[in-house]
């Protein structure tokens, strides 16, 4: 892990990784540990997937129910992935402004563009070595063991130019991990 500078006080902290490093289960420790703490709030993302489909809590729309929004503009950010559209509701900007730190899973393909919206950007990048990254997805039972090594293969480069960029490695325990992920969020909004 590592970090030049705190954060300003109001921010998008955008965390990033590969399918199947982790990042929804440290974001749900996070949110449940900084629960009674205001400066935070998490970011529930918008995506084109029914809420019984499972995976991290979102607000659900329909394709057609997606482009109207987007046309009305409701996202500051939206991207196309794994055959879904996801978008950062418009309000993440007025949270900010307000001085809150806002929490997002983001996909690292998007942090250029992100960059460009959000004046304070920070990015945590999740880590972990393939071979836990492949457990992980096959844990899940969504995808053939072809399916996830295609995934693995095709997981895009980071390129962060303007946001602060901080590592953090999900290679033990998950209470370790929880940690230290909660600490690093701590310091940077200070």
């Given at each position: 892990?590592?970090?030049?500078?705190?954060?300003?006080s109001?921010?998008?902290?955008?965390?990033?990784?590969?399918?199947?490093v982790?990042?929804?289960?440290?974001?749900?420790?996070a949110?449940?540990?900084?629960?009674?703490?205001?400066?935070?709030?998490?970011?529930?993302?918008?995506?084109?997937?029914?809420?019984?489909?499972?995976?991290?809590?979102?607000?659900?729309?329909t394709?057609?129910?997606?482009?109207?929004?987007?046309?009305?503009?409701?996202?500051?950010?939206?991207?196309?992935?794994?055959?879904?559209?996801?978008?950062?509701?418009?309000?993440?900007l007025?949270?900010?402004?307000?001085?809150?730190?806002?929490?997002?899973?983001?996909?690292?393909?998007?942090?250029?563009?992100?960059?460009?919206?959000?004046e304070?950007?920070?990015?945590?990048?999740?880590?972990a070595p393939?071979?836990?990254?492949?457990?992980?997805?096959?844990?899940?039972?969504?995808?053939?063991?072809?399916?996830?090594?295609?995934?693995?293969?095709?997981?895009?480069?980071?390129?962060?130019?303007?946001?602060?960029?901080?590592?953090?490695?999900?290679?033990?325990?998950?209470?370790?991990?929880?940690?230290?992920?909660?600490?690093?969020?701590?310091?940077?909004?200070?």
């Amino acid at each position: 892990m590592s970090a030049s500078s705190s954060l300003p006080s109001g921010c998008v902290v955008a965390v990033v990784g590969p399918s199947g490093v982790g990042k929804d289960t440290l974001m749900d420790a996070a949110r449940l540990a900084l629960q009674n703490e205001p400066r935070f709030g998490f970011v529930t993302r918008v995506i084109t997937r029914p809420r019984e489909a499972g995976g991290e809590a979102h607000v659900p729309m329909t394709e057609a129910e997606f482009a109207e929004a987007r046309a009305n503009g409701a996202f500051a950010l939206h991207w196309h992935a794994h055959g879904l559209d996801y978008g950062i509701p418009a309000d993440v900007l007025d949270e900010v402004a307000a001085g809150r730190v806002m929490l997002v899973n983001l996909s690292r393909r998007e942090i250029p563009v992100a960059e460009g919206v959000f004046e304070r950007l920070a990015v945590i990048e999740i880590t972990a070595p393939p071979a836990i990254l492949a457990q992980r997805l096959a844990t899940r039972g969504r995808e053939s063991a072809a399916a996830i090594e295609a995934r693995l293969a095709r997981e895009a480069p980071l390129v962060v130019t303007r946001a602060r960029h901080l590592r953090l490695a999900n290679d033990r325990p998950l209470a370790e991990v929880a940690e230290a992920f909660i600490a690093l969020i701590r310091a940077e909004a200070d």
